[in-house]
Each structure stands twice: as structure tokens, then as C-alpha cells.
């Protein structure tokens, strides 16, 4: 139990610098751009590359998968 506790006093605290954070030019204009697709399509597309990917490798193709 005083081992929790001590763990818990040894973290560190965060320090305005670290709370502070701002994007380059490009991270917001992908942002923007990928703002506009549903979630859901990019939840879809991972599926779909995960399951190509299986399909590739069940078939022998492990270069390709």
C-alpha cells in the first residue's frame, strides 16, 4: 500500500510548456481535409487493409501482404 503511494508522488507534473501544444502549417491542413470523411471510413479502410493483408498472406504472398 505505501508502495502505491510513493509511486504515485514520483510522477511527474507537467509543466505549462507541455500543456501547451500547436500544430504546424501541414498537420492542419491535413486535419482539415481528413475533418470532412465520416470516422467511419477510415474504421473501414483499416478493416479492409487488415483483411487484404490476411488474404495475401494466406494465400503464400508474404512480400505483397
Known amino acids: 500500500m505505501t508502495d502505491n503511494r510513493?509511486?504515485?508522488?514520483?510522477?511527474?507534473?507537467?509543466?505549462s510548456e507541455?500543456?501547451?501544444?500547436?500544430e504546424g502549417g501541414i498537420a492542419k491542413a491535413i486535419?482539415?481535409?481528413?475533418a470532412t470523411f465520416p470516422s467511419d471510413l477510415f474504421l473501414w479502410a483499416a478493416g479492409g487493409s487488415i483483411l487484404c493483408?490476411?488474404?495475401?498472406?494466406?494465400?503464400?504472398k508474404d512480400h505483397q501482404s
Open 6 to 15: 510513493l509511486m504515485q508522488n514520483r510522477r511527474p507534473s507537467l509543466s
Open 18 to 22: 507541455a500543456v501547451r501544444h500547436s
Open 31 to 34: 486535419e482539415e481535409q481528413t
Open 53 to 60: 493483408s490476411f488474404a495475401l498472406k494466406s494465400a503464400g
